[in-house]
């Protein structure tokens, strides 16, 4: 069976159209620094949480981080931190 390319949304064409970040138009930004911190923009909240997984709303997207120790250090309507040692980070 073949599997159909997903369809990309207006704001992913928009972007794409416009040459504009995808951030500008309101797609999730994830931003990882070194091993301990994980920041991210436009998200549309936290699905679970807990000290080895948080999964997160990225509207479309799931972010899924996996890790030690993982604490949400902030959190406001434009975005949130992440601390703790990272191993992975997941886009489903």
């Known amino acids: 069976m073949e599997r159909k390319p997903k369809k990309e949304g207006l704001l992913e064409k928009t972007a794409q159209a416009l040459d504009l970040p995808g951030e500008v138009v309101g ?12 920041r991210m923009e436009n998200h549309r909240g936290i699905l679970a949480y807990g000290p080895e997984e948080i999964l997160i709303s990225g509207g ?15 959190m406001n309507a434009g975005g949130l931190l992440i ?8 886009l489903t």
Request: aromatic share 0%.
């Open 27 to 38: 797609l999730p930004r994830v931003e990882i620094v070194g091993r301990q911190e994980l």
């Open 60 to 74: 479309k997207l799931i972010i899924k981080v996996r890790g030690t120790g993982l604490e949400l250090k902030a």
């Open 83 to 90: 601390t703790g040692a990272l191993l992975s980070v997941e």
